[in-house]
């Protein structure tokens, strides 16, 4: 499979400072879905809501570039944003009928690298025709692809890389299972990383 890059088409309303932060997030977040971990992950969640896609087409769509609103399959991801203030808990948005994705400074401002690149995933999914009833559908597909992405970026900053699953085949049923493989971790390390992931 051929590299996917994110293309930044617009950002509006960002300071210079947003746009740092911003593209860096964007390069880890490409570093992250170029990975054959990935490929493993999407392949292996089980998705909700996914509009009758299995979990490989799910994956093509996501990494060939064409949307609803670009149909070329040219590897471009493309990302239209604009940053806005409201006091409500929306994080981010986009809307059917418009390509670009709003992002909510109130949360901007205190997300990491790993929740913007998490968050833009999660609204290229909804151009991709993906959707989800409500913030709880964690297993949705735009909510499921946004974890992935937010992990792998976090895993490649605290441990300097990226996890790896493990596949585990039962012989007696001839079926797969994949666990994500993780060090042990301390309590205090824990700790560290979930304040981490806050600020």
């Given at each position: 499979?051929k590299?996917t890059?994110?293309?930044?088409?617009n950002?509006?309303?960002?300071?210079?400072?947003?746009?740092?932060?911003?593209?860096?997030?964007?390069?880890?977040?490409?570093?992250?879905?170029n990975?054959?971990?990935?490929?493993?992950?999407?392949?292996a969640y089980?998705?909700?809501?996914?509009?009758?896609?299995d979990?490989y087409t799910?994956?093509?769509?996501?990494?060939d570039?064409?949307?609803?609103?670009?149909?070329?399959?040219?590897?471009?991801?493309?990302v239209?944003?604009?940053?806005?203030?409201?006091?409500r808990r929306?994080?981010?948005?986009?809307?059917?009928?418009?390509?670009?994705?709003?992002?909510?400074?109130?949360?901007?401002?205190g997300?990491?690298?790993?929740s913007i690149?998490?968050?833009v995933?999660?609204?290229?999914?909804h151009?991709?025709?993906?959707?989800?009833?409500?913030?709880?559908?964690?297993?949705s597909?735009?909510?499921?692809?946004?974890?992935?992405?937010?992990?792998?970026?976090?895993?490649?900053e605290t441990?300097?890389?990226?996890?790896t699953s493990?596949?585990?085949?039962?012989?007696?049923?001839?079926?797969a299972?994949?666990?994500?493989i993780?060090p042990?971790?301390?309590?205090?390390?824990?700790?560290?990383?979930?304040?981490?992931?806050?600020?």
């Open positions: 499979m590299r890059t994110f293309d930044i088409k950002t509006e309303n960002f300071s210079d400072k947003e746009k740092t932060k911003f593209f860096a997030a964007i390069a880890k977040a490409e570093d992250a879905i990975t054959v971990e990935f490929t493993r992950r999407v392949m089980k998705f909700d809501q996914t509009n009758g896609d979990n799910i994956l093509l769509k996501f990494m570039g064409a949307d609803k609103f670009n149909p070329e399959k040219d590897g471009d991801i493309d239209y944003i604009t940053m806005y203030y409201s006091r929306v994080v981010g948005y986009t809307k059917p009928s418009t390509y670009w994705t709003w992002i909510n400074r109130k949360f901007f401002s997300f990491n690298h790993a690149g998490g968050n995933a999660h609204e290229y999914c151009n991709l025709g993906f959707n989800h009833n409500s913030a709880k559908d964690h297993d597909v735009p909510y499921a692809i946004g974890y992935i992405v937010r992990d792998m970026i976090l895993e490649k441990y300097g890389k990226y996890l493990s596949t585990v085949v039962n012989p007696s049923t001839d079926t299972t994949t666990e994500i993780k042990k971790t301390s309590f205090w390390t824990k700790v560290a990383l979930f304040f981490k992931r806050l600020f």
